[in-house]
């Protein structure tokens, strides 16, 4: 079996899909967003269409298409559609896959699951996307416990933004989990800027192990 990762965050927008679509590049692998809430503009795997650079193909098609940009589950109420955890099993592909979610780990897909159960359903070792930015601290300790709680593996943390060694540090020692490593804010964001930035700013070897 190939390495299947799970790419979460401590929030929406915090860069999951730019940190992905580095990720996959590099890794030569594929992407699959199961659940795309808002269809408005460029979705998360166009973006990684745009910016992976990746060969025909290795963007999976997603399982649920949402027009709202809101959380899954009341998006899927607005369009009539209601998002089962049976539909969302994890696809066998020949090489890495990186699975992005949508916001944060307990964003709801219906009344009943959030992302977060999937997770602990699938048992793959996830990478934690947390800001740099102040406010990090918490956001990223939290989900951390959310994810201990369900035996969910970790893989890591993968910052994004300006460094920030105190803020970074106190994460890890609090948390007791590794730093993968850290993408800054890139100006122009490009497939070749970001590939320059991932090889820059992080080290595989630890992705694969998870804790
Ligand atoms: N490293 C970066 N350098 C420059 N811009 C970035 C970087 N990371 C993210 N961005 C920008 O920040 C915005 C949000 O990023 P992104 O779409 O990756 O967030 P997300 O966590 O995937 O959000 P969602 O929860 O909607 O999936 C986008 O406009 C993106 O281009
Ligand atoms: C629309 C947005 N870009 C994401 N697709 C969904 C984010 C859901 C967040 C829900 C919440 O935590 O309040
Ligand atoms: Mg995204």
Known sequence: MTLRLVITGTDTGIGKTVFSAGLAGLLD?????????????????????????????????????????????????????????????????????????????????????????????????????????????????LSIEALRARSIPLAGIAFIGDEMADTQQTIVEFGGVPQLGRLPHLDPLTDKTLRDAMIAGFGFASIAGGE
């Not at 910016?51 to 298409?65: F, I, S, W």
């Open 29 to 141: 692998g594929f992407y699959w967003k199961p659940v795309q809430s808002g269809l408005d503009g460029e979705t998360d795997s166009e973006i990684v269409g745009r910016l992976a650079g990746l060969p025909m193909g290795r963007v999976l098609p997603e399982v649920y298409r949402l027009r709202k940009p809101l959380s899954p589950h009341r998006s899927a109420e607005i369009d009539g559609v209601s998002i089962e955890a049976a539909d969302l099993s994890v696809p066998c592909v020949p090489a890495p896959l990186i699975i992005e979610g949508a916001g944060g780990l307990m964003v709801p897909l219906n009344r009943r699951t959030s992302f977060i159960d999937i997770f602990a359903q699938w048992r793959l070792p996830v990478i934690l996307c947390a800001r740099t930015a102040l406010g990090t601290i918490n956001h990223t300790l």
